[in-house]
């Protein structure tokens, strides 16, 4: 029997033809390959100039090749601190599910965090212990506390856990230490501090570039945010916030509860001249859909209530 060239001789041959046509020169025009061994790796003043940009000065120690996995892998010495660290430009995949479909370009891989926090920890130390702060690389998990604990910091995790009385005193002694070095991405960019009352498991708040922002202030945000989000308004007023009983709170008991509590936090606000509120716990209602939802119980939007 003849074998019949689909590829050939059909309308389908032909678009599948077209198809890998229009592949092909999109992959030649946007520089996406097949074959990770063709993408051209960043050449030795490409990624100077890199790394200079982003970590300032730095010296070339070395370049190793990777044939097998077509890497390249720069060694520099951070010409202001001293520490080694490294740079490694890779094709960069594109896939799914641990799939490679094809290659665009050249990625990198930065290494230089770790080697600049082994730096800090060893330079700046004894300087925090005198401070009557224990500098920590890494700071671990809070339910494993017993408390009350030391008074702590982490640079890598960011925590700073400090008392009540001192926290605004070690806020600043830790913002100038880590702000003596120069900024890297990786670790201050954009930088905050999340700090915790050490004689108790509490949140007090974040210190940002602009200022502390305490853990009522974050909250209120957030549930204003929530309140614009679930009403479908922009620009409500905050008021006040206070702690009740469930049955307190307007047909809060008549809805079925995401948790059982006794007492939440109702955060009063107002729009267009008119006070409505929004509660810290999940009720079960049907949404606009119909279907059943779990968010924040509030007033200004009717939603009914779901026992689904």
């Known amino acids: ?32 390959t097949l074959d990770k061994k063709s993408v051209k790796l960043h050449t030795k003043e490409e990624m100077q100039k890199i790394v200079d940009e982003r970590y300032g000065d730095a010296e070339l120690v070395s370049i190793e090749e990777n044939e097998e996995k077509h890497y390249r892998i720069f060694t520099y010495r951070d010409t202001k601190y001293g520490f080694t660290y490294q740079v490694t430009s890779h094709p960069n995949a594109v896939g799914m599910d641990g799939s490679t479909f094809y290659y665009d ?27 009557g ?56 960019a954009q930088y905050e501090i999340k700090v915790y009352n050490s004689e108790q498991s509490e949140f007090l708040g974040t210190l940002k570039e602009d200022g502390f922002v305490t853990a009522l202030e974050q909250r209120i ?23 009740k009983s469930v049955s307190d709170v307007p047909g ?4 079925v509860l995401y948790e059982k509590k006794n007492t939440v936090t109702v955060y009063y606000y107002s729009y267009e001249g008119k006070e409505y509120f929004i509660v810290d716990l999940w009720v079960a209602q049907i949404g606009e859909n119909g279907g059943g939802i779990f968010q924040y119980y509030q007033n200004y939007k009717y939603y009914e209530p779901s026992r689904d």
């Open 221 to 243: 945000e957030y549930y204003m945010r929530q309140a614009e989000s679930l009403g479908g308004i922009q620009g409500v007023t905050y008021l006040r916030c206070e702690k």
């Open 133 to 188: 702060i224990e500098l920590c690389e890494e700071m671990g998990f809070p339910k494993d506390f017993e408390y009350p604990v030391n008074r702590k910091f982490c640079l890598k995790s960011k925590e700073l856990r400090s008392s009540p009385e001192k926290y605004e005193e070690d806020m600043k002694f830790v913002w100038d230490r880590v702000h003596a070095y120069k900024v890297i991405p990786e670790t201050t």
């Open 1 to 32: 029997m003849k074998r019949r060239n689909l590829i050939g001789h059909s309308g389908l041959g032909k678009a599948l033809g077209g198809l890998l046509l229009l592949c092909g020169l999109g992959f030649l025009l946007t520089g996406c």
């Open 105 to 131: 370009g050249a990625g990198i891989y930065y290494s230089y965090e770790e080697p600049f926090l082994s730096y800090f920890y060893e330079q700046e130390k004894e300087i925090f212990a005198k401070q």
């Open 252 to 255: 809060l008991s008549d809805q």
